[in-house]
């Protein structure tokens, strides 16, 4: 999907009584509109769940905008994964806030930082007024992904899980596919993800991302019956993807290696030596 056919969304978003939404102002090929910020609670002290990149002065601007017009501030930055556009910007705020919050997030073994982080717990809950958070470990787009349910309300905030628009890139596909049936057992009412327009059915769109990643495997493996050599990942991106723009090619590509992976480990196709080079290992009809 071309940026340009994206759905606008704001800068700064009232979206319930207990949710603000603040735009990263980073958009581009891998964050869409930018990266969705939430600031969560009724209270005085309410929960910023993540934060953008770092050198986004607009965003900054924006958070401290919103925090002055509605007279509160931020006890607890909760961190949803490691990327940089969701992590990047929790040092600059640090600096900026006049009292510096909590940062909470999953460890990932061996990070470093220049703060404190206080470590999250799966299931941990985080409590403000307006608003109940429990912390669910839902690895699969990132070892070290979190999505925060706010038990009041059913409301999910999903973090790079499930998106908005588009479907989702993942480091690991079987972990991912368990995270998004966990999701779907916890029935949410409403997902606030961290890119993309606010899914207002997120039952059917977790079901159809499920169905999706089960199609694509099989797209894959038909590609691949009719090559008798090894072929890339690109070469599949392309002929699964019919009409996708180059510049989300290579997304596409790391989302085809990762699931020819799994159906490595499976034994269902081969891969030469240490490339992205792939085919059957075994004869299959088309």
């Given at each position: 999907?071309?940026?340009?056919?994206?759905?606008?969304?704001?800068?700064?978003?009232?979206?319930?009584?207990?949710?603000?939404?603040?735009?990263?102002?980073?958009?581009?090929?891998?964050?869409?509109?930018?990266?969705?910020?939430?600031?969560?609670?009724?209270?005085?002290?309410?929960?910023?769940?993540?934060?953008?990149?770092?050198?986004?002065?607009?965003?900054?601007?924006?958070?401290?905008?919103?925090?002055?017009?509605?007279?509160?501030?931020?006890?607890?930055?909760?961190?949803t994964h490691w990327h940089p556009d969701h992590l990047g910007g929790v040092q600059q705020l640090l600096s900026t806030l006049p009292s510096a919050p909590n940062v909470r997030k999953l460890p990932l073994e061996g990070e470093t930082f220049e703060y404190e982080i206080q470590k999250l717990v799966d299931g941990q809950e985080i409590r403000v007024e307006g608003a109940s958070l429990r912390v669910i470990h839902t690895p699969g787009h990132t070892k070290?992904?979190?999505?925060?349910?706010?038990?009041?309300?059913?409301?999910?905030?999903?973090?790079?899980?499930?998106?908005?628009?588009?479907?989702?890139?993942?480091?690991?596909?079987?972990?991912?596919?368990?995270?998004?049936?966990?999701?779907?057992?916890?029935?949410?009412?409403?997902?606030?993800?961290?890119?993309?327009?606010?899914?207002?059915?997120?039952?059917?769109?977790?079901?159809?991302?499920?169905?999706?990643?089960?199609?694509?495997?099989?797209?894959?493996?038909?590609?691949?019956?009719?090559?008798?050599?090894?072929?890339?990942?690109?070469?599949?991106?392309?002929?699964?993807?019919?009409?996708?723009?180059?510049?989300?090619?290579?997304?596409?590509?790391?989302?085809?290696?990762?699931?020819?992976?799994?159906?490595?480990?499976?034994?269902?196709?081969?891969?030469?030596?240490?490339?992205?080079?792939?085919?059957?290992?075994?004869?299959?009809?088309?």
């Open positions: 999907m071309a940026l340009g056919k994206l759905t606008e969304l704001p800068q700064i978003a009232k979206l319930s009584p207990s949710v603000m939404r603040i735009l990263g102002c980073n958009p581009g090929i891998k964050t869409l509109q930018g990266t969705n910020t939430y600031l969560v609670g009724t209270g005085a002290k309410r929960v910023l769940i993540d934060a953008s990149e770092p050198e986004k002065p607009s965003y900054m601007a924006n958070v401290k905008q919103v925090l002055k017009e509605e007279s509160v501030t931020i006890s607890d930055i909760v961190v070290d992904h979190v999505v925060l349910l706010d038990t009041d309300r059913g409301a999910l905030f999903s973090g790079d899980c499930i998106l908005g628009e588009t479907t989702a890139v993942f480091e690991d596909y079987v972990s991912y596919m368990a995270s998004l049936k966990k999701i779907l057992d916890l029935e949410p009412k409403v997902i606030y993800p961290g890119h993309g327009p606010v899914v207002d059915q997120p039952c059917d769109k977790i079901r159809m991302y499920i169905k999706h990643r089960e199609q694509r495997e099989k797209q894959y493996l038909d590609v691949l019956t009719k090559q008798s050599d090894f072929v890339s990942a690109s070469f599949i991106a392309k002929d699964v993807y019919v009409g996708l723009e180059d510049f989300m090619l290579p997304a596409a590509a790391e989302n085809v290696t990762v699931q020819l992976r799994k159906l490595k480990a499976e034994g269902k196709v081969l891969q030469d030596g240490d490339s992205d080079k792939w085919k059957l290992a075994y004869k299959r009809n088309a």
